[in-house]
Nanobody, 122 residues
Framework: QVQLVESGGGLGQAGGSLTLSCAASGRIFSINAMGWYRQAPGKQRELVAT???????NYADSVKGRFTISRDNAKNTVYLQMNSLKPEDTAVYYC????????????????WGQGTQVTVSS
């Protein structure tokens, strides 16, 4: 079983910075892409940023230029550096691992972390 454990959430101030980390553990052969999604109260879960195993990144328009996603493939860990925080960034942030194989011939599966709360005060 693959587990994703997030850390680094908490309280931030508008204009400040926070960094999220997510480590995937368990039997893992490969992970195609990892990413971050968020869900604010009363809203649907939305994409924040993703990064492939070849470091191709994709960002939501709302975070472009402020957030940076990075990845350590050797550690199966993904990071989200959040700068210039805004109150509207307040949400539960979820880590996601896409198209995970636990061995070479296995099928692909997706996994989610339990979520970490980010609250930005004005």
């Amino acid at each position: 079983q693959v587990q994703l454990v997030e850390s680094g959430g908490g309280l931030g101030q508008a204009g400040g910075s926070l960094t999220l980390s997510c480590a995937a553990s368990g039997r893992i052969f490969s992970i195609n892409a990892m990413g971050w999604y968020r869900q604010a109260p009363g809203k649907q879960r939305e994409l924040v940023a993703t990064i492939t195993s070849r470091d191709v990144t994709n960002y939501a328009d709302s975070v472009k230029g402020r957030f940076t996603i990075s990845r350590d493939n050797a550690k199966n860990t993904v990071y989200l550096q959040m700068n210039s925080l805004k109150p509207e960034d307040t949400a539960v942030y979820y880590c996601n691992a896409q198209r995970v194989r636990i061995y070479y011939y296995s099928t692909y599966s997706d996994y989610w972390g339990q979520g970490t709360q980010v609250t930005v005060s004005s």
